[in-house]
């Protein structure tokens, strides 16, 4: 299996090219963008040395169906995906704030947690929880968005005082976040799951709020099978969840947090093979849809002329 971890396009009328920790983003003349989602798979914001064939796929697909299944809540950045990994739409001015909504304890939160934090990013966490315990009700504890490095945990009360967000932007974004949280959770319940956090990208377009980015993927978000979720907690077990939790867990585990002096550990083919199967276990799980591979003889010379026949059309 084939996996493409770099791309060096060049579309009709391309003007620059950006180079994320996941996706490669190329600017056209005429104000749109040309979202190639990679086989790079990334941890404690370091890429991994290994790409993970069809893993953009996953992300590019589930995330189009999520925008389209959203854009009644929220216009978005979308216009067509001319290719199994590509997403193409309109170029927004990016809000420089993530907004993370989490509905349970679990991850950065249940980390802060144990460390005897009880407030994040401004919002107080109840005495008395577990990890992966449900929470009265959503948080949302933004983070900066880092051109590199770390995304750092901000407060709303930070993000308004610094003037970071227009507070009309700020609220409109909060209003987004948890309208889209709630229809991401009714869907993932509709199919056995539970959505436990996620995080929504904004940019400004025409002086109007857009949802950009992706939502609702295995990289963007945390989803636990909801059948014996009530029996783990109760046994103080961990949740089954399809997530990128497992990827952390094992770096964690091979001594790896991407802190200063710590080494990557080598990835075995038969790992990488895992971390394939559980996206697309989540895609199939997530859409109700089998899973179709893409032809990945030669991925470049693929997307390139899908593409080009897009812009060219």
């Avoid at 389209?68 to 990016?94: F, M, Q």
């Avoid at 993000?159 to 932007?169: C, D, F, N, T, W």
């Avoid at 991401?184 to 959505?195: F, N, P, S, V, W």
Wanted: glycine residues 8%.
């Amino acid at each position: 299996m084939k996996a493409i971890t770099s791309s060096t396009f060049n579309f009709p009328g391309q003007v620059s090219v950006y180079n994320g920790k996941v996706r490669d983003v190329y600017t056209l003349e005429n104000g749109l963008l040309v979202m190639v989602a990679s086989d790079r798979i990334s941890a404690f914001d370091h890429i991994l040395p290994k790409g993970i064939p069809f893993k953009g796929q996953v992300l590019n697909q589930v995330a189009t169906m999520f925008l389209d299944a959203t854009k009644d809540i929220v216009p978005n950045w979308l216009i067509a995906t001319p290719d199994p990994s590509v997403a193409v739409g309109y170029a927004c001015e990016p809000v420089r704030v993530e907004m993370v909504i989490r509905g349970y304890m679990s991850g950065h939160a249940a980390r802060e947690y144990k460390l005897g934090k009880r407030i994040l990013c401004g919002v107080t966490m109840p005495e008395g929880m577990k990890e992966n315990d449900k929470f009265p009700e959503p948080i949302i504890t933004p983070a900066t968005k880092a051109e590199e490095g770390h995304d750092e945990d901000i407060s709303r009360e930070d993000i308004l005082a610094k003037g970071v967000v227009p507070e009309h932007i700020y609220l409109q974004m909060e209003k987004y976040t948890r309208a889209l949280f709630q229809r991401g959770t009714e869907m993932a319940a509709e199919r056995g799951l539970i959505l436990v956090d996620t995080k929504y990208e904004f940019g400004i377009r025409n002086g109007e709020v857009i949802l950009i980015d992706e939502i609702h993927t295995p990289d963007s978000s945390r989803y636990f099978y909801a059948e014996g979720y009530e029996e783990r907690q109760e046994r103080g077990e961990p949740q089954k969840q399809l997530s990128k939790e497992f990827v952390r867990q094992w770096l964690i585990e091979n001594g790896f947090q991407g802190l200063e002096g710590q080494q990557m550990p080598f990835m075995p083919d038969e790992f990488v093979n895992t971390i394939t199967e559980r996206y697309i276990e989540l895609y199939e799980r997530i859409t109700g849809k089998k899973f179709e591979k893409s032809d990945t003889t030669d991925i470049q010379a693929r997307i390139q002329k899908n593409v080009e026949n897009y812009i060219n059309s």
